[in-house]
Nanobody
Framework: QVQLVESGGGSVQAGGSLRLSCVAS????????MGWFRQAPGKERDRVAT????????YYPDSVKGRFTISQDNGKATVYLQMNSLKPEDTAMYYC?????????????????WGQGTQVTVSS
């Protein structure tokens, strides 16, 4: 079955950096969409970044644009999220997600597989 395993979360001070990794197994990695979502307590799950594995096209919301970078290693079926200039409002559980729809979406419901989540805490 498909498994997404995240790593790299932790606690940092504002202005710091973290790098998240997500390794996919049992997944048809090529020409699909993978991404990162985050969810803070009492809030909805929101897209942070997505990448279309076919051509490497990426998307970021304004809240993280210029600070976060999603990348991939096709050979390892792994996506990364480099997070720089972290802010306290970036504090959330971060989830890796993947779909089998050959296109990227902002909606969590359009993703078929999810990792267990990794906590990111940014202190001021």
């Amino acid at each position: 079955q498909v498994q997404l395993v995240e790593s790299g979360g932790g606690s940092v001070q504002a202005g710091g950096s973290l790098r998240l990794s997500c390794v996919a197994s049992g997944y048809a990695y090529s020409n699909n969409c993978m991404g990162w979502f985050r969810q803070a307590p009492g809030k909805e799950r929101d897209r942070v970044a997505t990448i279309y594995t076919g051509d490497g096209g990426t998307y970021y919301p304004d809240s993280v644009k210029g600070r976060f970078t999603i990348s991939q290693d096709n050979g390892k079926a792994t996506v990364y999220l480099q997070m720089n200039s972290l802010k306290p409002e970036d504090t959330a559980m971060y989830y890796c997600a993947a779909n089998r729809r050959r296109w990227c979406s902002w909606r969590p419901s359009d993703f078929d597989y999810w990792g267990q989540g990794t906590q990111v805490t940014v202190s001021s």
